[in-house]
């Protein structure tokens, strides 16, 4: 993985950033959105939507980048499918990588053993982001 998206994402977690909040906004300087409006976007992803209940914020800021950078942005532009194609590959590789989509079981909420950290999962959803959308 690029050095510098780990650096970066280590500084926002530092900053406060949760974990989709931080995955998403490493890529900013590829993405055409306001990294405001992206942290304010992000916000509820975080903490498995809030809560640890659902799937890791990590992941969905990778899904979100994703999203971003191979949707044409318009019904018309045909790139639906090939999206999903992308955000199933993501989900499929963290499930493989973290033990689970979910939050809650990945941090072990319920059985007291965790599969693995929030920082392990970010890792995670950075290294998708690049290797899937083959960016630098």
Partial sequence: MNPSYRERARMLREKGYN????????????LDIDEE???RLMEGFGGGMGGHQATCGALSGAIAVIGLLH???TPASGTKAGTYALAKCAAERFQATSGSLVCKEILGDETGVPL???ERCIE??????QALLDLP
């Fill in 37 to 39: 409006v992206l942290f």
């Fill in 116 to 118: 693995t950290s929030c």
């Fill in 71 to 73: 949707s044409g942005g």
């Fill in 19 to 30: 974990c989709a909040q931080t995955v998403a906004c490493t890529f900013i300087e590829h």
């Fill in 124 to 129: 995670h959803g950075l290294e998708l982001v």
